[in-house]
């Protein structure tokens, strides 16, 4: 014996008209959830509809920590990774990325685009994980036809098809509760019942034509296109009535999905559960890393082939290594103002103090300390020069400490030739007490 659920619906709380604006390069976009109106509507960070002309697009970007759905309406994109995954994706078609620890991709238009694309947060269980895709094409997507005149596109979750069809699930496996159906009624007047879990958040964003939402349907004011309708999360709700009120077609997405109990802190295309989380993305961005525990690579962007302390960097010229970390390089000089004249150099290349970022700057003043108590002197100098008039011989931003009890700076740069042996066991003993 089976039992059906009582169709209890859900209402309409609050309307959003998602204005236009400009986004990516050239791009226009229809934004509702992530304005002030409508932020965080967990576990969705960002919903937007775009539309692209010919020549605009989205070059690299980053994501972190979130999930993204790329959802295509019309005209086709070609997509691009820095893992090599590339592809087109056209009307219909659907690309479901997990971006988990970090990706960077592009999606630049082909044939004038348009295309769904709400930005999912992940639970924080799952915010490191390996990057992955999952795509469709549109005869892959799951199709469910409760009347003759309606057709429910299922991309993730299920919906009730023709007594033949039954039960029809979506093929696309997200991590954490999330459901995507694309709604086409060809007629005034179709009505269906939709289930929604109970206690999932849930919006409908009307694509074409007007929207009838809840159980009074003929009282209800109708949602309007570029509408975002959230609705309700009541005790004893189990799904939500929906009409088309439009004499020419209606078309809505309904999107539903399980809270996340859980802080979110979100920075542009990075969303995780603290600012220290943040900051890292921003560092591992910088570098080209995608995990807190990768090792540091220096990029195209933050390097110059030409310069003498880049190639110290990237080992191409040998050196006596004090310390290393993500974000900085630090040895000793071989030219010395005195002895345990040392250079700490940021891995973000950059010529002068305004150059670099600041939490690279802090980084650099901590591992000055670190430096000077291994030295075990009183009294020392912290230089950085900027420009040629303060004595700036070479392109890069480097505080220099220079430790000594017996030599202060004076007028001028009195280099002297290192003793090499000297030099050697020097950095040796140095470097034991780092």
Same mark, same amino acid.
């Given at each position: 014996?089976?039992?059906?659920?009582?169709?209890?619906?859900?209402?309409?709380?609050?309307?959003?008209?998602?204005?236009?604006?400009?986004?990516?390069?050239?791009?226009?976009?229809?934004?509702?959830?992530?304005?002030?109106?409508?932020?965080?509507?967990?576990?969705?960070?960002?919903?937007?509809?775009?539309?692209?002309?010919?020549?605009?697009?989205?070059?690299?970007?980053?994501?972190?920590?979130?999930?993204? /759905?790329?959802?295509?309406?019309?005209?086709?994109?070609?997509?691009?990774?820095?893992?090599?995954?590339?592809?087109?994706?056209?009307?219909?078609?659907?690309?479901?990325?997990?971006?988990?620890?970090?990706?960077?991709?592009?999606?630049?238009?082909?044939?004038?685009?348009?295309?769904?694309?709400?930005?999912?947060?992940?639970?924080?269980?799952?915010?490191?994980?390996?990057?992955?895709?999952?795509?469709?094409?549109?005869?892959?997507?799951?199709?469910?036809?409760?009347?003759?005149?309606?057709?429910?596109?299922?991309?993730?979750?299920?919906?009730?098809?023709?007594?033949?069809?039954?039960?029809?699930?979506?093929?696309?496996?997200?991590?954490?509760?999330?459901?995507?159906?694309?709604?086409?009624?060809?007629?005034?007047?179709?009505?269906?019942?939709?289930?929604?879990?109970?206690?999932?958040?849930?919006?409908?964003?009307?694509?074409?034509?007007?929207?009838?939402?809840?159980?009074?349907?003929?009282?209800?004011?109708?949602?309007?296109?570029?509408?975002?309708?959230?609705?309700?999360?009541?005790?004893?709700?189990?799904?939500?009535?929906?009409?088309?009120?439009?004499?020419?077609?209606?078309?809505?997405?309904?999107?539903?999905?399980?809270?996340?109990?859980?802080?979110?802190?979100?920075?542009?295309?990075?969303?995780?559960?603290?600012?220290?989380?943040?900051?890292?993305?921003?560092?591992?961005?910088?570098?080209?890393?995608?995990?807190?525990?990768?090792?540091?690579?220096?990029?195209?962007?933050?390097?110059?082939?030409?310069?003498?302390?880049?190639?110290?960097?990237?080992?191409?010229?040998?050196?006596?290594?004090?310390?290393?970390?993500?974000?900085?390089?630090?040895?000793?000089?071989?030219?010395?103002?005195?002895?345990?004249?040392?250079?700490?150099?940021?891995?973000?290349?950059?010529?002068?103090?305004?150059?670099?970022?600041?939490?690279?700057?802090?980084? +650099?003043?901590?591992?000055?300390?670190?430096?000077?108590?291994?030295?075990?002197?009183?009294?020392?100098? +912290?230089?950085?020069?900027?420009?040629?008039?303060?004595?700036?011989?070479?392109?890069?931003?480097?505080?220099?400490?220079?430790?000594?009890?017996?030599?202060?700076?004076?007028?001028?740069?009195?280099?002297?030739?290192?003793?090499?042996?000297?030099?050697?066991?020097?950095?040796?003993?140095?470097?034991?007490? /780092?």
């Amino acid at each position: 014996m089976t039992t059906t659920a009582a169709q209890v619906s859900r209402s309409v709380v609050k309307s959003i008209l998602a204005i236009e604006t400009p986004e990516g390069a050239g791009a226009m976009v229809r934004r509702s959830i992530g304005t002030s109106q409508l932020r965080n509507f967990t576990p969705f960070l960002m919903l937007d509809n775009f539309l692209v002309k010919e020549g605009a697009g989205f070059p690299d970007h980053p994501h972190r920590g979130m999930t993204t /759905l790329t959802y295509m309406l019309e005209g086709e994109f070609e997509h691009e990774d820095v893992k090599g995954h590339k592809g087109r994706i056209g009307p219909g078609d659907l690309q479901f990325m997990i971006a988990g620890r970090g990706i960077m991709h592009s999606e630049m238009p082909v044939h004038g685009p348009g295309k769904k694309d709400p930005w999912i947060d992940l639970p924080k269980e799952h915010k490191l994980v390996e990057a992955s895709y999952q795509e469709r094409r549109a005869a892959e997507v799951a199709s469910a036809h409760p009347t003759p005149d309606v057709e429910i596109k299922v991309v993730c979750g299920e919906a009730q098809g023709s007594p033949e069809e039954g039960l029809v699930k979506g093929n696309v496996r997200p991590l954490g509760g999330c459901w995507f159906m694309d709604f086409i009624m060809s007629k005034k007047g179709e009505r269906v019942f939709q289930p929604i879990p109970r206690g999932w958040n849930a919006f409908i964003y009307t694509l074409e034509g007007e929207t009838l939402i809840g159980d009074s349907l003929a009282s209800s004011e109708p949602i309007k296109q570029y509408h975002t309708a959230v609705l309700s999360n009541n005790e004893g709700e189990t799904g939500v009535w929906l009409e088309s009120a439009s004499t020419d077609r209606t078309r809505f997405v309904l999107v539903a999905g399980e809270p996340l109990e859980q802080p979110i802190v979100q920075h542009g295309p990075f969303s995780m559960c603290t600012k220290g989380e943040i900051q890292q993305a921003f560092m591992d961005y910088q570098f080209e890393r995608n995990s807190s525990t990768s090792t540091a690579t220096m990029t195209s962007h933050h390097k110059d082939d030409n310069c003498i302390f880049c190639k110290i960097i990237a080992g191409d010229i040998p050196s006596f290594k004090l310390i290393e970390t993500d974000a900085l390089f630090s040895f000793l000089d071989i030219g010395p103002l005195s002895k345990g004249h040392a250079l700490v150099i940021p891995k973000y290349h950059g010529a002068k103090l305004h150059d670099i970022p600041d939490e690279h700057l802090g980084e +650099i003043l901590k591992t000055l300390k670190k430096i000077a108590v291994a030295q075990g002197v009183e009294n020392y100098n +912290i230089l950085q020069n900027n420009g040629r008039i303060a004595h700036q011989e070479v392109d890069v931003f480097i505080p220099k400490p220079s430790a000594s009890d017996k030599e202060g700076l004076v007028v001028g740069w009195p280099a002297q030739k290192a003793d090499m042996d000297e030099l050697k066991a020097y950095y040796e003993d140095l470097r034991t007490k /780092l």
